[in-house]
């Protein structure tokens, strides 16, 4: 028995109603829960903590269906282990503001077994990387603000102060316990541990003479290093999308509340952190660029902290820059970046649990609330606890960022039985990033499933009143498809979820996409050739990242597989005849899955050997702009070469007349016999030697 399976054996499911504020089924919920023993409590984290003490002393595993007083909970189990017990592993799992506190609480039954089955799905481990910060501190600002902030600092950091302008009025500290210089910063690169500045009008201080401080000559293109830096110049930050920016501190000079948390927040920066690894890249699938021709930059265009950078064919990632939002991932058509804190297989394991749990539970179609942590989860927390909370049919899933989630996840929500996804934006939320991909997202899900209203919304409420009405004045009706489990990556997953809210009605459609309000191209559509001006010179098929573009080795042709293009528009810039245009649908058809002929032409016969080269057409406009018009291919046998095959043709200049190769025939070779019978021929003649 492995140790999951013996942690499952004997699980105990721990509930309690808040002071008779909610009433769970705890048999039903015991029941989900594989038959887990269940009680039943009124005041589980105070008056009946002992109830808890004592399952925790049981060992396995303790599932409390309330996370709120957690810390509770885990001192609870801190009693047990001092007691010299080995405490069971705790599972706190809200399931009181998100199902039980609602206007609709009493059919909340299903809602809870979904919450409480999702909850306790293992998730896989993100990967890190360690960051090191000896807490060598920047202090850059107004002098009187940075030196006040320096010399506060330098008990814990090691800092250096940086006046953004120097009066005479001002005076150095009593003991120089910093360095102190004037300077204006052109340019911050890196991140906590690893910050690299660019310094112009770059002076030290001189620490000699009475009255005011006084500076060295001034210099430009000063670079130094350090591990943080506390901005408090009041101007345009040093860095795009500062809060995401770890190590990089930024506070008004003039907010003495912002700065006290500033100066709180850098003296905690000091020591050895984990960095989650949130993208995962592969170079090769990346359709950045392709011999110097643009092709696919939608990740460059909505990074918030500029983490990506072009890097020759493909993109790099920095990431200690990268914040984690996810949202290169999100429009990625080709999975070069993948979000890794946790995959997308995760994500979609996660929602098949929440829809077919409530389903299973009699719940019928729900609805999918996508939501943050910070925000999210604390709006929906007011709204439970001082409004209508959630309907009994809207499943929350939290995530670290709602910019993760991505048409891929939109579409594949709905092919689950979802009835619609709404996605709850908070006041950080990358929206340049979430609400491409809502359109995006309801522009395939409307056209697919036949339906007029849109089934991904984005929700903002600045009041929990606001959600509130927002969710229970709008119930859309479940869609008639029948559930699938999507399966492979991101743009699988899409094709799987598109055939299912299709149907067989429109299983061989074809939808356009050319109206959606996107950033930059659709990453899914149809290449099409102007085969009157075509030349078959297969450049596009050289340069295709995604192999969309193929031809075929026996004959000259251009062939197309739709489901691989990304219209990421190389073929449009690297064709020499403008033949290719773009159209941007998705194909429903199994068809888009094969190669089609874009175009194809009869090879020529060498008029030597007979070997079929090239196109035949190409060859014959060739041979009639040329013959008898250019003086190169006037009284000759030169336009015969364009007619021939490689190895014909080589031959032919070798031969001829003209070709600087030729240097005469080459001499009969000589044998025994020649040298032989020339002596027999000397000595009738007697010629020979005597």
């Known amino acids: 028995m492995t140790e999951t399976n013996k942690a499952t054996s004997k699980r105990r499911l721990m509930l309690c109603n808040c002071e008779a504020t909610m009433s769970p089924d705890g048999a039903a919920l015991g029941e989900a829960v594989q038959g887990a023993p269940v009680t039943v409590c009124e005041n589980l984290c105070r008056k009946e903590i002992d109830l808890l003490k004592a399952a925790l002393a049981d060992g396995g595993e303790v599932v409390v269906a309330c996370s709120q007083e957690t810390a509770a909970f885990e001192e609870a189990a801190e009693d047990v282990a ?30 809870q077994i979904a919450l409480l089955k999702e909850a306790l799905l293992p998730a896989p481990a993100a990967p890190a990387t360690p960051i090191v910060s000896d807490g060598v501190c920047l202090v850059y600002g107004p002098s009187e603000t940075a030196m006040s902030a320096a010399s506060r600092l330098s008990e814990v950091l090691g800092v250096t102060c940086m006046i953004t302008s120097a009066t005479d009025e001002l005076l150095p500290p009593r003991r120089a316990d910093f360095p102190i210089v004037t300077g204006r910063i052109t340019s911050v690169s890196g991140s906590l541990g690893g910050f690299e500045v660019a310094v112009d009008s770059f002076a030290e201080a001189l620490p000699g003479g009475r009255g005011g401080v006084r500076f060295d000559a001034p210099r430009d293109g000063g670079r130094s290093n350090c591990d943080i830096i506390l901005d408090l110049s009041g101007d345009k930050a040093l860095v795009p999308a500062p809060q995401k920016r770890d190590g990089y501190l930024r506070a008004d000079p003039n907010d003495p509340i912002a700065l006290e948390k500033a100066l709180f927040d850098a003296a905690q920066l000091v020591g050895e952190f984990e960095k989650p690894l949130y993208i995962r890249f592969e170079e090769s699938l990346c359709a950045h660029s392709r011999a110097t021709q643009p092709g696919c ?38 999975g070069a970046a993948s979000y890794d804190d946790p995959p997308f297989a995760h994500l979609v394991r996660r929602m098949t649990t929440l829809a077919q749990s409530f389903r299973d539970a009699g719940g019928g179609a729900p609805r999918l609330l996508v939501h943050d942590a910070e925000h999210g989860g604390e709006m929906i927390s007011l709204a439970a606890r001082f409004d209508r909370g959630l309907p009994a049919d809207v499943l929350p899933l939290e995530i670290e960022e709602t910019a993760t989630f991505g048409h891929a996840a939109m579409v594949s929500a709905l092919a689950l039985g979802f009835a619609a996804v709404d996605v709850l934006l908070g006041p950080k939320a990358e929206r340049e990033a979430v609400l491409p991909q809502i359109a995006l997202a309801n522009a395939m899900s409307q056209a697919a499933a036949c339906v007029d209203h849109a ?34 990556d ?23 996409l050319g109206h959606v309000d996107f950033p930059s191209r659709v990453p899914y559509g149809a290449t099409l050739v102007d085969t009157d001006a075509c030349t078959l010179c297969l450049s596009c098929v050289s340069l295709c990242p995604t192999g969309a573009l193929e031809d075929n080795p026996d004959r000259p042709e251009l062939r197309f597989r739709e489901d ?9 810039r690297a064709c020499p005849e403008t033949a290719i245009t773009l159209e941007p649908r998705f194909n429903l058809a199994d068809s888009a899955r094969q190669s089609i002929t874009l175009h194809a032409e009869e090879p ?39 007619q021939m095959c490689d190895d014909c043709r080589v031959n032919a200049q070798f031969h001829a007349e003209s070709s600087p190769f030729q240097m005469g025939s080459r001499p009969k070779v000589r044998t025994t016999e020649d040298y032989l019978r020339e002596r027999d021929g000397s000595e009738k003649d007697g010629s020979g030697d005597a």
């Open 604 to 642: 020529f016969a060498c008029i030597e050997c007979g070997k079929e080269f090239g196109v035949k057409g190409t060859i014959e406009r060739i041979t009639e702009k040329l013959a008898g018009k250019n003086w190169m291919y006037t009284n000759s046998d030169n336009v015969r070469l364009i």
């Open 455 to 488: 089934l991904v919304r984005a929700l903002e409420p600045s009041e929990p009143s606001e959600l509130c009405d927002a969710l229970f004045s709008d119930a859309p009706s479940p869609l008639d498809i029948q559930p699938v489990l999507p399966l492979g």
């Open 297 to 334: 930059d939608r990740c460059l265009n909505v990074c918030p902290t500029g983490a990506i950078t072009p890097n020759g064919d493909h993109v790099a990632i920095d990431p200690m820059i990268c914040a984690g939002c996810g949202a290169c991932a999100a429009v990625c058509p080709t």
């Open 564 to 572: 691989a293009c990304i219209q990421c528009g190389i073929c449009t």
């Open 82 to 111: 001092d007691g010299g017990s080995e405490p069971a592993r705790i599972h706190a799992i809200d399931i009181r503001d998100r199902a039980g506190w609602s206007d609709e609480g009493g059919s909340g039954t299903p809602k």
């Open 490 to 512: 991101q743009r699988e997953v899409v094709r799987l979820a598109m055939t299912a809210l299709a149907g067989d009605a429109q299983r061989e459609a074809s939808i356009a």
